[in-house]
């Protein structure tokens, strides 16, 4: 069964860093575009991170340009995003995506 996992979540204070892995069975991420979504509550879902398969390219939403770095490791078919410099306005679950396929997502809340 095809699947995207996300973990490495949790609660951190201002200032702090998290790395959150999203690790795929039954299919490998090493030929597709990936992604990192964040949905704070009541806020819409916002893509934060893209990864391209193509050219090695990334993209970031200004909010966490400089801030946040997307990342693959092939032979661990696993996509990170290390997360520094957290700010309260970054809590919210965060959710890995390749095509159709969503994780479950993991929550990250930075707070004091």
């Known amino acids: 069964q095809a699947q995207l996992v996300e973990s490495g979540g949790g609660l951190v204070q201002p200032g702090g860093s998290l790395r959150l892995s999203c690790a795929a069975s039954?299919?490998?991420?090493?030929?597709?575009?990936i992604a990192w979504f964040r949905q704070a509550p009541g806020k819409e879902r916002e893509e934060v991170a893209c990864?391209?398969?193509?050219?090695?390219?990334?993209t970031y939403a200004d909010s966490v340009k400089d801030r946040f770095t997307i990342s693959r490791d092939a032979a661990r078919n696993t996509v990170f995003l290390q997360m520094n410099s957290l700010r309260p306005e970054d809590t919210g679950l965060y959710y890995c995506?390749?095509?159709?396929?969503w994780g479950q997502g993991t929550q990250v809340t930075v707070s004091s």
């Open positions: 995506q390749q095509g159709d396929f």
């Open positions: 039954g299919f490998t991420l090493n030929y597709y575009d």
């Open positions: 990864h391209a398969y193509s050219n090695e390219s990334t």
